[in-house]
């Protein structure tokens, strides 16, 4: 699961690193990253809320195997270097995207004692900044070399080999589990989630902490490359050190959601992303290079770690036979933010500039995370059984 989440990750993160390369050559804005993005987590969110029925049907490994393929697909599409091409494989990404957090939920869940769940959900989730990071320094090196069209190409081919690794795992991993109880369906799911008061708070602040993560990973080599002066290898290769960053704070953060309440550890966490956008906010095109990268640095290694912790408390309060549904719910939540959110960032920055729009991303954590902290301090025990 580690690994399909690192070959899917890439593949989303591409476009974006690519961005000014293919913004050339198309004869469009940069800034629309910030619409294609929206585009991918749109699709991603209406997949993911359906993608407990194809789990049920298929297999969890199987809809990741069909997920790889699709997003290989894109890359390819991408390679045609016309605007359809672009917009066909932000899509095709978009599908792949979705039913990834949903099948990996529902094989680690029957796999992993409850007393590990955040701990192993955060390794597993570990594959997305260890895929935006191989993102980040193969593809810049890649582009100097065959283009952007080759390094879409190079993408694609690596996405076909993961599935075929996938796919010798498949009878071992499908036949050590149960299948997924039959599906409550979709508005059932959505009704239990928003109706359970701490899934509830959990749902809406990952997608509000979505917002902060994927304005920073998907603007952060455009914001650097525009605002401050710095190549596109420079500001890849920053990149690349926040995504080690936050794998790392990933796994920390697993560890400690394994010994204290998660609800108020993602609180806290939250904290400390509103505190890496003000900051951000406050680079400016004379800030040294060595300063801008203690920065993206630090915003990037907490802005990105919260995840798994996230996830594996979704999956403790899911009803027995529930998680893929349940998690469904969460990811379909989580990738709203990154619907609304990196156009309306974009927005914010063509009309104010990107310090008003890290400051915007900046009081709308901070608000989560007070949102998470109270109702921690609030929360009293109620019954975990849907319906």
């Not at 420079?234 to 998660?262: E, H, K, N």
């Amino acid at each position: 699961m580690l690994g399909t989440q690192i070959t899917i990750s890439l593949a989303v993160l591409s476009l974006s690193v690519l961005m000014p390369a293919v913004a050339r050559d198309l004869a469009i804005s940069p800034k629309l990253v910030g619409a294609f993005t929206a585009i991918t987590y749109a699709v991603a969110s209406a997949v993911a809320l359906t993608s407990a029925g194809v789990i049920a049907r298929l297999g969890a490994v199987r809809a990741c195997q069909l997920a790889m393929l699709a997003a290989a697909a894109g890359l390819a599409l991408n390679a045609g270097a016309a605007l359809w091409a672009t917009i066909g494989a932000v899509i095709l990404i978009g599908f792949a995207q979705g039913p990834i957090n949903p099948a990996s939920a529902h094989i680690l869940s029957q796999r992993v004692p409850r007393a590990w769940f955040s701990m192993v959900f955060s390794v597993k989730q570990t594959g997305v900044p260890l895929g935006f990071a191989a993102a980040g320094i193969v593809l810049p090196l890649l582009l100097g070399w065959i283009g952007w069209r080759g390094a879409s190409l190079a993408g694609a081919v690596f996405l076909l080999a993961g599935t075929v690794a996938l796919g010798l795992l498949r009878s071992r991993l499908d036949a050590a589990m149960a299948p997924p109880g039959p599906s409550p369906g979709i508005w059932r799911s959505v009704r239990f989630v928003l109706g359970h008061r701490e899934l509830r708070v959990l749902g809406w602040s990952a997608l509000v902490y979505v917002i902060a993560q994927h304005s920073f990973t998907f603007f952060l080599v455009t914001y650097l490359y525009e605002h401050c002066h710095l190549t596109i290898a420079q500001a890849g290769f920053l990149l690349f050190l926040s995504q080690m960053g936050g794998t790392a704070q990933r796994l920390v953060l697993g560890a400690i959601g394994d010994r204290m309440p998660r609800l108020p550890l993602l609180g806290w966490t939250g904290i400390g992303i509103a505190a890496g956008a003000a900051a951000t906010a406050a680079i400016a095109p004379t800030t040294p290079y060595w300063l801008v990268g203690l920065i993206v640095f630090a915003y990037g290694t907490v802005v990105i770690s919260w995840n798994g912790v996230s996830i594996a408390e979704f999956a403790h309060l899911a009803p027995p036979g529930q998680v893929a549904a349940v998690a469904a719910v969460q990811t379909a939540l989580a990738f709203s933010g990154a619907v609304v959110g990196p156009p309306t960032f974009g927005l914010i920055a063509s009309l104010a500039g990107y310090p008003a729009a890290f400051l915007v991303v900046a009081v709308l954590v901070t608000a989560a995370a007070i949102w998470q902290i109270v109702t921690a301090r609030n929360n009293r025990p109620e019954p975990m059984a849907a319906g």
